[in-house]
C-alpha cells in the first residue's frame, strides 16, 4: 500500500489548519474516542431496551467480559442485528433465546457450561497457536530463502511438533461443538417431553400432547417440531458461537490496532461509513429468519400428510417447500451478490483509505499498517454471521412457539377457530367462564357445560352423579356428547363451568413393585379369553406393532384386560366387545365402577342408573329399570 | 477457523505487471457492482411495490383453490394448484408410466444379504441406478443446471490459475446456488418418483404390501428425510470432487515442471502414502450413517405416534410411559450420534495432521532440495573470492524467494485441494449410507412380487379354494432385514421379531371356497381373531391368496369397496370426506351435485352435519371433530355415494345404534348394493341370505349356511306384502312411536 503521497496541500490556510489541529490532536482524539464509546453504549442500550432488565443472555454477557476496555464496540457490530424486522433478530429474539438459553444450560455448574467453557478455551488456544504457527511459517521461509539447512530443518520438525496439539485442538474443537449440539438437544427434548408427556414429579397430568393436536390451532405437527426443529437449533446454537465470538473478538482487537495506527478519527470515520452500508445491507437483506421458519413448517407438513399417504395433498405440500425453496434461493442468490458488494469491495476499499490517511497527511505518531484489510475481513465474518443469527431467529421462533403454547396450554389458555354459534353472547358468556375440578370418592358434576373444543356447546348444564358400585349407562344419538363426557372427566376437555368431583387417578407402580407375575397377568388374559394370544405371539417379552397384529376385537379385550390389570375406582367404557357380560361381572368382583356408552340393551341389566341424552341439548337422569325398559323397546321395534 | 498458512506474502510479491492487471480487474468489478449496489434498492422498492398492488386473493378463491387441489390437463399431466403467501401458484406434474417403473425394475436387484455400504462397484451400481431417475435424458433441466454447474466449476478453477485469487465470491456464489437448485431439482424428481412408485393404484398398493411383505417400516422417513440428505450429498459431492481433482491435476503439472522428474515422482509418493493411511484409520462412515437415519426414523415414527393417537393415550394417562419410550428411542439415537464423534476425533486428528501440516513439510522439503542444491554451487564459487560476492547472494535470495513463492502457491492450492478431496472420502463414504438406505427403498418397492390380481367377474365374488393367512416377507427380503436389524446393537427381542414373523405363518382359513352373486348377502361371523378381517383383506386384494385357490371378484372402483373397522378422516373438507377415495375434479367430472350429497347424509343421519359445521367447504381436521358413529355412519355414506356392486363392510357399525343400523343395511339393499358383512351382531343377520361362520379353533374351519330356506323366503315375500299393508296404517304407528319413545326417556322420572 505504499502508494506515494502526489497530493500536497498548495495552499497556506490549509497547512495552517492542519498544524493547528496536529497540534490539539490529543484533546480531538480524546473528545472523538469518549464521543464513540457513547455512542456505542447508547446504541447498545437502545438495542437492548426492548429486553427485560433481568435476562441477559449468557452469550453476550461472555463476549462483553471478554472484551475488557474494548467492550463497547462489541455492540457497534452487533447493533445491525438489533434491527426489528418481523421474526429477525431483534429484541423478541433475544427475550426467546435467553428463555430457551435458560433451559439448555440451567446453571453455571451443568454439563453444557462446562462444555462451553471447554469449547471457549479451546477457540482461545487455537488462536494462539494459529499465531504462533503463522510465525514459524515465517521463520521457514526465512531460513529457506536464507539458505540455512540446520535452522531448515529444525524449525520444519517443529513444525512437525507444533501440529500434533495444533490438530489435536482442531478435532477436539469440532468435537465439543457436535457434543455441545448434542447436549442442547437433549436438554431441550427432556424439557419438551417433560412438558408435552408429563413428568413424575408434576402430580397434575395436564395431558398437553392431547390438548396441543386437539384444543389448539396454533401448532400443526409437534412432532416435527420436537424431533427436527430442535435438532437444527441446537446445531445452529452450538455453531453460532463460534460464528460470531471469533469475528466479534477480531472487531475488537483489529479496532483497537486500527485506533492506535491510525487515530480515532480514522475510526469514526470507518464506523460510519460501515454502519452506513451496514443499514443498507440490512434493508436488503431478505427476512431469511422467516424463510427457515417457513421451510421447517412446510417440511412438517408434507411430513404429516405422506405418513397418512395422501397422494394429492403430499404433492401439494412438496409443490409448496419447492416452491419457497426456490425463492428463498433466488433471493439469497441476490442477497449474496449485494453482501459481496458492500462487504468485500465497499468495505476493503474504506479499510484502503482509512489506512491511507497517515500516508496523505503525514499525522505524527503514526505507522501504516495493512490494519484496513484486516479490519474489513473481520466486519465481513461478522457480516456473514448475521446470516447465521436470522437463521437460529427462524428456528428460536419455531422452537419458542412450541414452548410458549405448550405453557399456555398448561395454563388453559386455547387458541382455536370456533364455530359461528360461538359468538352468540349466551353461549360465549359460557366460553368464558372456568368451572373447578375437585377430588372426591364419587364422580358428580355440577351444572357443567359439555362444550367441544371448537366452541358448539353440546349440552348447557349437565347434573348427575355416580356413586362407587352403581354402575351408569350412557346413551343417546351419536355426535351428542357421549365421548365429550369421558373427555371432561378424563381432564382432556376443559371444564368450562359448574363443578366436576372425581376420584383421584390411580397411582402407576410398575409391575414388579406391585408383585403382581406374569402368572397373574395370565389369569387376566383368561378372563378376557386371550391366553392363547401369549403362545401364538411368542411369549410375554415380544416387542412389535400390536396395532397391526391383532384384530379390532382384539384390541378391545386388551383393553379390558388393563382395566382389570390397573383395578381403577372409576372407569369410563365406549362401546365394550361381546362377552361384555362376564367381563362386568367380574368387574364389579374388583369393585370397579363402571361407565358405560353402549347402544345394546343386553348390557342393561348390569347398569343401575342412566343418563340419557335427546341429542337437543337435554338430558335425563334416573334409576335404570332395565327389564321395563326392555319391554318398552321390544315394543317400540314390533310397531317400527 | 482452520489454520491456513499465510497466503498475503504471495499477493504482495507479485510482479508488477500481474498486479496492475489484479488493480485493473478490482476496479471493474468495483465499477460493475456499484452499478448493481445502486440500482438494487431502485428494482427492489418496484418490485415492493408491485407486490403490494397485487390484488391479493380473496378467501373464496383460496378455498376454491384448496379445494380443488389440482386441474386435470389434456395430455395426462396434473396441475397442482398451491396456495403460498397469499397467492396461488401452479405447478405442473406428470405421472411416472408404469412402463418406466417396469424398465427401471431392471436396474434395481435386490441387495445381497450382508451388503455393507462401502466405496466399491456396489456403491457405483446403486448410484447409477438411483442418477438414472434423477437424469432422466440427456436434456432434462437436471442434466442442463449440471452442466452449467460444471462448467462455472472449471470456470473458476482456470480464473484462479489466471489470477490468484481473483476468483471472487461472485462465480463462488453462482456456483453454490446453482449447487442448491440441483440439490432441489433432484429431490423433486426423485421424491415424484418414489411417490408415484410408493402410493401406487390397486393392484398394486405398494404402500400397504411394503411393510408386511418387503419388511420396511417408517417409509415416510426415506421418502422426506433421507431423499433430502442424499440429494444434498450429492450435488455437494461432486462439486468437492470435481473442484479439487481438476486443482490438482493442474497444479501438479504446474509444479512438476519446476521440481523436476524426481520431485514429482515424490509428489505422487506423497499422495500415495496418505490415500493408504487414510483408508486405513476411516471408519465406516458410511454404516454409520445408515444406521443414523434409521435411529432417527423410529425415534420421528415413535414421536408420530403419540401425535396421531393422542387421544387414546390421553384417556389412558399413559404420557409418562409415552415418554419413557421416546426417551429410549431418543438416547439410541443420541448415543449413536455421540459414539459417531468420537470415532471422527481420531479421524479428523489424523486427516487434518496429514495434510495440513505433514504435506507442507514435504512442500518445504521438496523446494528446499533445489535451493540447498544451488548454494552448494555458490559456496564454491564464493571461495574463489569474488568482490561482488555481496551482490550476489543479494541476487540469490532475490532468486530464491522468486522460486519458493511460484512453488509456494502451488502448494498451497495443492495442499487445500488434497485436504478436500480428503474430506471428500468422509462425505462420500456418509452418501454411500444414504445411497444404500435409498436404494433398499427403492429396490424394495421395484421387486415387490406382483400382487396376483383377482381375475375379472362383473357380477360375482367367488373364492375357490383359497388359504387366508398373514403374508410373510419374501425371503430375499427377509434375508435383507434381518441383516439390518443385526447390524446395530438393538435388544435382542427385535431380532426375535423378525424370527417370529418368518415362523408366524399361521393360515387362519383353509380351504375357503364360496360364490356370492349379486343380490346374495353374505354375513362373516367367528369369534374374535379368528380371521375375519383376513377374509376382507382377501378380498379386497390386500392379501394374496394363498393355497394354490383363486379369488374373482368385478374389477374397477366400482367392484368392490371395503369400509374397514377404523374409519378414515381424510384431511380437506366435509365434501371431501363423503367423496373419499374420489378427489374434487372427480366429482365435478362426474356431474353430481351438493343436493345428492344432501341425500346421502340424509340417509345416514348426517343431514344436521353440514349445517353444524358451517358448510361443504369447511376444512377441520374430521377425525377429532366426528365422534366415533358419526365417523363410522360418514364411512357408510362413503358407500352410498360410490355405489358399488359389492360392499364389504367390517364391523364398520359396531359404534352406530341399531336403529339407524338397521336404516342403512335396507337403504344399501335398495340401491343395489351386495353386502359382505363381518359382525358379531346377530341382529345384523336379518339383512343377509348368507352366513359364513369361522370356527377359529385353530384349524381353519368354517361353514356356510343359508339364511332362511326357500319357504322362509316365501314367507318374506309374504310379509313384504302384510308390510306394504301396514304402511298404510303408518301414521298410526307413527304417533304410538312417539308416545313410545317419550315413555322410553322419561317414565323412570
Redesign the interface.
Same mark, same amino acid.
Given at each position: 500500500m505504499a502508494v506515494q503521497s502526489t497530493l500536497r496541500p498548495s495552499k497556506e490556510r490549509i497547512t495552517q489548519l492542519v498544524q493547528a489541529y496536529a497540534r490539539h490532536r490529543p484533546i480531538v482524539q480524546r473528545v472523538l474516542t469518549a464521543g464513540f464509546v457513547v455512542y456505542c453504549i447508547t446504541s447498545t442500550y437502545r438495542g437492548l431496551a426492548a429486553r427485560p432488565a433481568s435476562s441477559s443472555s449468557k452469550r453476550r454477557g461472555k463476549g462483553k467480559d471478554d472484551g475488557g476496555s474494548a467492550k463497547p464496540r462489541v455492540a457497534v457490530t452487533r447493533s445491525p442485528s438489533s434491527a426489528s424486522h418481523p421474526l429477525q433478530v431483534d429484541a423478541v429474539f433475544y427475550q426467546r433465546l435467553s428463555r430457551i438459553l435458560r433451559i439448555v444450560i440451567p446453571s453455571l455448574r451443568s454439563k453444557e457450561a462446562l462444555l462451553l467453557f471447554m469449547h471457549s478455551s479451546l477457540l482461545i488456544f487455537r488462536t494462539v497457536i494459529s499465531l504462533y504457527v503463522a510465525a514459524l511459517d515465517g521463520k521457514i521461509v526465512a531460513s529457506l530463502v536464507r539458505a540455512q539447512p540446520v535452522s531448515f530443518l529444525l524449525n520444519i520438525l517443529r513444525w512437525l511438533l507444533v501440529a500434533i496439539p495444533a490438530t489435536w485442538t482442531n478435532s477436539w474443537l469440532s468435537y465439543v461443538q457436535n457434543k455441545l449440539a448434542l447436549a442442547y438437544r437433549t436438554r431441550l427434548t427432556q424439557e419438551v417431553m417433560r412438558q408435552y408427556l408429563g413428568d413424575e414429579h408434576d402430580p397434575s397430568d395436564l395431558k398437553v400432547f392431547y390438548k396441543l393436536a386437539n384444543l389448539d390451532d396454533r401448532i400443526k405437527n409437534p412432532d416435527q417440531m420436537i424431533t427436527h426443529d430442535i435438532q437444527r437449533f441446537s446445531t445452529h446454537l452450538a455453531a453460532i458461537y463460534a460464528n460470531v465470538a471469533k469475528p466479534v473478538l477480531d472487531v475488537i482487537l483489529y479496532n483497537y490496532q486500527l485506533s492506535q495506527n491510525v487515530g480515532a478519527e480514522g475510526l469514526v470515520i470507518l464506523t460510519v461509513l460501515v454502519q452506513a452500508s451496514a443499514a443498507l445491507l440490512r434493508a436488503l437483506t431478505p427476512p431469511f429468519g422467516q424463510y427457515t421458519a417457513t421451510t421447517a413448517q412446510l417440511a412438517g407438513n408434507l411430513r404429516h400428510t405422506h405418513s397418512r399417504t395422501e397422494k394429492m395433498l403430499a404433492e401439494r405440500e412438496f409443490a409448496a417447500k419447492m416452491g419457497h425453496e426456490h425463492r428463498v434461493l433466488r433471493k439469497r442468490w441476490w442477497h449474496g451478490c449485494a453482501e459481496e458488494g458492500i462487504v468485500k469491495w465497499l468495505w476493503g476499499s474504506f479499510g484502503l483509505c482509512i489506512c491511507a490517511i497517515p500516508v496523505f497527511f503525514k499525522l505524527p505518531g503514526v505507522a501504516a499498517l495493512d490494519m484496513g484489510g484486516r479490519t474489513e475481513d473481520a466486519f465481513g465474518r461478522v457480516m456473514y454471521s448475521y446470516k447465521d443469527l436470522s437463521e437460529l431467529a427462524g428456528y428460536t421462533s419455531r422452537v419458542a412457539l412450541l414452548l410458549e403454547t405448550m405453557e399456555d396450554v398448561r395454563k388453559s389458555k386455547f387458541d382455536k377457530a370456533l364455530v359461528s354459534s360461538a359468538s352468540i353472547e349466551e353461549n360465549a358468556k359460557i366460553l368464558k367462564g372456568r368451572g373447578v375440578v375437585e377430588l372426591s370418592e364419587e364422580i358428580q358434576f355440577e351444572n357443567v357445560p359439555i362444550v367441544t373444543p371448537n366452541g358448539d356447546i353440546l349440552v348447557k348444564s349437565l347434573s348427575f352423579y355416580v356413586k362407587p358400585g352403581q354402575h351408569l349407562l350412557i346413551v343417546g344419538p351419536n355426535g351428542c356428547g357421549k365421548s365429550s363426557l369421558f373427555r371432561i372427566l378424563g381432564g382432556l376437555w376443559p371444564v368450562y363451568g359448574g363443578t366436576v368431583r372425581k376420584p383421584p387417578a390411580d397411582d402407576k407402580e410398575d409391575m414388579e413393585t406391585r408383585g403382581i407375575t406374569d402368572d397373574d397377568l395370565l389369569e387376566i388374559l383368561a378372563l378376557v379369553q386371550m391366553e392363547h394370544i401369549v403362545e401364538r405371539e411368542g411369549g410375554w417379552d415380544v416387542a412389535r406393532e400390536w396395532r397391526d397384529a391383532l384384530s379390532g376385537g382384539d384390541q378391545q379385550k386388551i383393553a379390558w384386560a388393563r382395566l382389570f390389570y390397573h383395578k381403577p375406582k372409576v372407569r369410563d367404557l365406549s362401546c365394550p366387545p361381546d362377552m361384555e357380560g362376564m367381563m362386568m361381572d367380574h368387574a364389579t368382583r374388583l369393585g370397579i365402577t363402571l361407565l358405560t356408552v353402549s347402544h345394546r340393551p343386553s348390557l342393561w341389566k348390569y347398569h343401575s342408573m342412566i343418563l340419557q341424552y335427546d341429542g337437543q341439548g337435554g338430558y335425563v337422569f334416573t334409576k335404570l329399570d332395565a327389564e321395563k325398559r326392555l319391554a318398552f323397546q321390544q315394543r317400540k321395534r314390533r310397531s317400527t | 477457523?482452520?489454520?491456513?498458512?499465510?497466503s498475503?506474502?504471495a499477493l504482495n510479491n507479485l510482479s508488477p505487471k500481474s498486479r496492475r492487471s489484479l488493480l485493473v480487474a478490482?476496479f471493474t468489478?468495483?465499477l460493475l457492482?456499484?452499478n @448493481?449496489?445502486l440500482k438494487?434498492?431502485g428494482t427492489?422498492l418496484s418490485r415492493l411495490k408491485r407486490v403490494a398492488s397485487r390484488n391479493e386473493i380473496t378467501q373464496e378463491e383460496l378455498a376454491q383453490a384448496l379445494q380443488q387441489?389440482?386441474v386435470d390437463e389434456p395430455d395426462g399431466s396434473k396441475t397442482?394448484?398451491?396456495?403460498?403467501q397469499g397467492r396461488i401458484?401452479k405447478?405442473n406434474?406428470t405421472p411416472t408410466s408404469d412402463s418406466t417403473f417396469a424398465k427401471n425394475a431392471k436396474l434395481f436387484p435386490l441387495l445381497p444379504a450382508g451388503q455393507k455400504p462401502n466405496l466399491d462397484k456396489a456403491f457405483l451400481r446403486q448410484l447409477f441406478a438411483i442418477l438414472k431417475i434423477v437424469f432422466p435424458s440427456w436434456c432434462s433441466k437436471e442434466a442442463l443446471i449440471l452442466a452449467s454447474h460444471s462448467f462455472f466449476l472449471v470456470l473458476r478453477t482456470v480464473l484462479s490459475v489466471a489470477v490468484a485469487r481473483l476468483d471472487? %465470491?461472485?462465480v463462488r456464489?453462482?456456483i453454490?446456488?446453482l449447487q442448491?437448485?440441483l440439490c432441489?431439482k433432484m429431490g423433486?424428481r426423485l421424491?415424484?418418483y418414489t411417490?408415484d412408485l410408493y402410493?401406487s393404484h390397486s393392484p398394486d398398493l405398494r404402500?400397504y404390501r411394503v411393510?408386511l411383505e418387503g419388511g420396511l417400516?417408517d417409509v415416510?422417513q426415506y421418502?422426506?428425510s433421507d431423499i433430502h440428505s442424499f440429494c444434498e450429498g450429492l450435488a455437494q459431492v461432486y462439486g468437492n470432487v470435481l473442484k479439487p481433482s481438476l486443482d490438482l491435476v493442474l497444479f501438479t503439472s504446474q509444479l512438476s515442471r519446476s521440481l523436476g522428474v524426481r520431485g514429482t515422482a515424490m509428489l505422487f509418493l506423497n499422495y500415495y502414502v496418505t490415500a493408504k493411511i487414510l483408508r486405513a484409520v476411516t471408519p465406516a462412515f458410511g454404516r454409520l450413517a445408515a444406521v443414523e437415519a434409521r435411529l432417527?426414523g423410529e425415534? %420421528?415414527a415413535g414421536?408420530?405416534r403419540?401425535?396421531?393417537e393422542?387421544?387414546e393415550?390421553?384417556?389412558?394417562?399413559g404420557?409418562?410411559r409415552?415418554?419413557s419410550i421416546?426417551?429410549r428411542a431418543?438416547m439410541r439415537l443420541?448415543k449413536h450420534?455421540?459414539s459417531i464423534?468420537?470415532i %471422527?476425533?481420531?479421524?479428523?486428528?489424523t486427516e487434518?495432521?496429514l495434510i495440513?501440516?505433514?504435506w507442507?513439510?514435504a512442500g518445504?522439503?521438496l523446494?528446499?532440495i533445489p535451493?540447498?542444491l544451488t @548454494?552448494v554451487r555458490s559456496i564454491g564459487i564464493q571461495a574463489t573470492g569474488d568482490p561482488r560476492a555481496h551482490g550476489r547472494v543479494d541476487n540469490?535470495?532475490a532468486n %530464491?524467494?522468486e522460486t519458493?513463492i511460484s512453488s @509456494?502457491r502451488l502448494l498451497l492450492s495443492l495442499a487445500d485441494a488434497g485436504g478436500r478431496l480428503m474430506y471428500v472420502y468422509k462425505d462420500l463414504l456418509e452418501l454411500a449410507g444414504l445411497t444404500t438406505r435409498l436404494y433398499t427403498l427403492l429396490s424394495t418397492l421395484h421387486n415387490l412380487p406382483r400382487p396376483v390380481v383377482p381375475s375379472d367377474s362383473p357380477d360375482t365374488v367367488a373364492v375357490r379354494n383359497v388359504d387366508v393367512g398373514v403374508p410373510t416377507v419374501a425371503p430375499a427380503f427377509a434375508a435383507a432385514a434381518s441383516d439390518t436389524a443385526e447390524d446395530i446393537s438393538v435388544?435382542p427381542?427385535?431380532t426375535?421379531?423378525s424370527g417370529?414373523?418368518k415362523t408366524?405363518n399361521?393360515v387362519l382359513v383353509r380351504g375357503l371356497s364360496f360364490e356370492l352373486k349379486t343380490g346374495e348377502h353374505l354375513m362373516i361371523t367367528g369369534?374374535?381373531?379368528v380371521g375375519?378381517?383376513a377374509v376382507a383383506r382377501v378380498l379386497a386384494g390386500l392379501w394374496a391368496a394363498q393355497g394354490g385357490g383363486d379369488v374373482s371378484r368385478p374389477h374397477g372402483k366400482r367392484g368392490v369397496f371395503v369400509v374397514p373397522? @377404523?374409519a378414515y378422516m381424510?384431511?380437506?373438507t366435509l365434501l371431501d370426506q363423503i367423496i373419499y377415495p374420489d378427489?374434487y375434479p372427480q366429482f365435478v367430472a362426474s356431474g353430481r351435485t351438493h343436493d345428492e350429497l344432501m341425500q346421502i347424509l340424509a340417509a345416514v343421519?348426517l343431514a344436521y352435519l353440514p349445517a353444524?359445521?358451517?358448510g361443504w367447504s369447511t376444512r377441520?381436521?374430521w377425525r377429532?371433530?366426528?365422534?366415533?358413529?358419526?365417523k363410522q355412519?360418514m364411512a357408510m355414506a362413503r358407500v352410498f355415494y360410490h355405489r358399488p356392486r359389492f360392499a364389504v363392510l367390517d364391523?364398520c357399525t359396531?359404534?352406530?345404534?341399531?336403529?339407524?343400523e338397521g336404516r342403512m343395511y335396507e337403504h344399501a339393499k335398495s340401491l343395489g348394493i351386495t353386502l359382505i358383512t363381518i359382525s358379531?351382531r346377530p341382529t345384523l343377520m336379518r339383512y343377509h341370505t348368507q352366513l359364513l361362520t369361522i370356527a377359529g379353533d385353530g384349524t381353519g374351519r368354517w361353514t356356510l349356511k343359508r339364511i332362511g330356506t326357500a319357504e322362509e323366503r316365501m314367507d318374506m315375500d309374504r310379509e313384504i306384502v302384510s308390510l306394504e299393508n301396514r304402511l298404510a296404517e303408518v301414521e298410526r304407528?307413527e304417533t304410538?312411536?312417539k308416545e313410545?319413545?317419550r315413555?322410553?326417556?322419561?317414565?323412570?322420572?
Open positions: - | 477457523m482452520a489454520i491456513r498458512l499465510p498475503t506474502a478490482f468489478l468495483l457492482l456499484r @448493481r449496489t438494487l434498492p427492489l387441489v389440482y397442482l394448484l398451491v396456495p403460498y401458484s405447478f406434474i471472487g %465470491r461472485i456464489d453462482l453454490r446456488h442448491s437448485t432441489l423433486a421424491t415424484h411417490d402410493l404402500y411393510a417400516s415416510d421418502i422426506t432417527e425415534y %420421528r414421536m408420530g403419540v401425535g396421531r393422542s387421544e393415550v390421553a384417556f389412558y394417562g404420557g409418562l409415552e415418554r421416546l426417551m431418543y443420541i450420534v455421540n464423534y468420537k %471422527r476425533i481420531a479421524y479428523e486428528w487434518d495432521f495440513k501440516y505433514l507442507s513439510a518445504y522439503c523446494i528446499s535451493v540447498f @548454494r540469490e535470495v %530464491r524467494t519458493y @509456494r435388544s427381542s427385535e426375535e421379531d417370529a414373523s408366524a399361521t369369534s374374535n381373531g375375519k378381517t373397522q @377404523r381424510v384431511t380437506g378427489s343421519n353444524r359445521e358451517g377441520k381436521e377429532d371433530v366426528l365422534s366415533g358413529g358419526e355412519r364391523e359396531s359404534a352406530v345404534s341399531s336403529d339407524v358379531l304407528w304410538r312411536v313410545l319413545e315413555l322410553l326417556s322419561v317414565q323412570e322420572l
